[in-house]
């Protein structure tokens, strides 16, 4: 299926290899089919996915993305006014729609990050950040998750999968 992602890597892709207009027209082609700004300088993680085909994200070109981190719709990953540096996205990751992650930040290996969420600070391996500002919170899925109950781990953990 061609979605945002596919584009992207293909852009990206065109322009490690010093093609020079081609990276352009697939970033203006993620823009008017996709609505996002996907530049081909952006490093995506192996495994990485785009929720909802990649639509409305922006993504700084220099933010760091690691291998299987899973984005959602609305998604702004990107630096903040006045303050140097751009967001750290480590392994596994997990981010909800529409959260926004700014500025010189880490989001450590595992993380969750609520929808609609405001990230302008770390954030710990393996935590949740919900709110505005973001702001670390204790996780009771994690615990349910190792509950005898599998469905009630299952409905817990939604969000994780």
């Excluded at 993620?30 to 785009?50: A, C, K, Q, R």
């Excluded at 302008?120 to 005898?148: C, L, W, Y």
């Amino acid at each position: 299926m061609l979605d945002a992602l596919s584009l992207q890597r293909a852009a990206h892709y065109l322009h490690v290899r010093g093609v020079p207009l081609v990276p352009r027209v697939l970033k203006r082609a993620i823009l008017h089919l996709y609505g996002s700004v996907l530049d081909p300088e952006t490093e995506f993680g192996e495994g990485t996915v785009l929720g909802y085909g990649g639509l409305n994200m922006v993504i700084h070109p220099e933010a760091r993305l690691g291998r299987r981190v899973l984005i959602s719709h609305g998604v702004t990953i990107g630096g903040r006014a006045g303050m140097p540096g751009l967001p750290v996205i480590e392994d596994d990751v997990k981010i909800g729609a529409g959260a926004k992650i700014l500025g010189p930040v880490r989001i450590g290996r595992g993380a969750l990050i609520g929808a609609n969420a405001v990230v302008v600070h770390d954030v710990r391996p393996n935590a949740v950040a919900v709110g505005i500002p973001a702001r670390e919170v204790p996780s009771r899925g994690r615990v349910v998750e190792a509950a005898d109950d599998p469905e009630v781990a299952s409905v817990t953990n939604e969000f994780r999968h």
